[in-house]
């Protein structure tokens, strides 16, 4: 059953938005260029071209999201730019991914639980208190879950006087005990800016390169990938599908690189940890921006155990991530071009 909460999601929405803007413009953040300047940039262009080369027949539509002006987008920010109507957010059906890995909450930007041997890793937390207590918390005992199992929260990222991942971590911390996570420049730029009707977590740990958090059986991996924040982490995560090992990354910024220093930032990620490291799926707690990942959860749900939608092959793999690079770096060349770089 879908459950429809339409009304308080396109608030939600539309306060997200206001503030995704006041942000940036307080910022001065430009997070892609227009697609004037990006169809304009001659060198811009001849990088898509050889980005295409990567394609093949089986890595077009990851191709049509990730090799445009904007690269990936939430869900609803594209609708809005396409001039479509918004659709309706509802809370997915809790979905098992992978083996050890589940999707819950809102189709609009939801969480996960990674199961371990010793309890459990959420990731994000939506956005407040009500949501962690009225969506999040439900979604995670209808998973046959025990909210009482979290022992690490992590935080994908943050932004400065937002919560839209972190809001419901404060409450989850001080109800289970568990220990909150975070990029190290997260922590740095929320925790002067929160709102004091929604404290953030109390600061636990920072995550920086090569971190590591482990729970029994499973350890994850992070980097630091900045551009849609400045401490956005890239998380490598184990993950089993019927009996085989697989590890995937997911990136919590929408691989948003709007600077040459956070482009090559995502350019190390790929080249040192993603390609020699095999991790053969991309992630985001907004389902919608690097895939159909609600057709792909639907996929899941009703043939568990048929391949994986999520998970390309090793040989795909090693097409999918140099497209991510090259699509990355022909924005960044256009922007720099726009600004007179
Ligand atoms: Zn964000």
Redesign the pocket.
Known sequence: MRTIFAIRIAVVVGAMTMLIGAADAQNRRVLFPSAEQFAASAEAQRIVREARAFVGDDLEAEYSIMCTHTGPQRMALARQQAGLPPLEPYVVEPTKIFDNLWFLGPTSQGAFVVTTSDGLILIDTLNNTREAREILLPSIEKAGLDPRDIKYIVLS?G?PAQT??TGGANYLQRTYGARVAMGKPDWDATLPAQWPELPLANRDIDLVDGSTITLGDTTLRFEVSPG??LGTLAMMIPVTWNGESATVMLHG?AVQTPTRADFEALERIVNEVAIPGNVRGLLNTHPGIYQDTIGAMDTIRSAPNGPNPLLYSAEQAKRFWPMVVECARARVVALEEAAGG
């Open positions: 990222h932004h839209d991942h849609h924040s910024g």
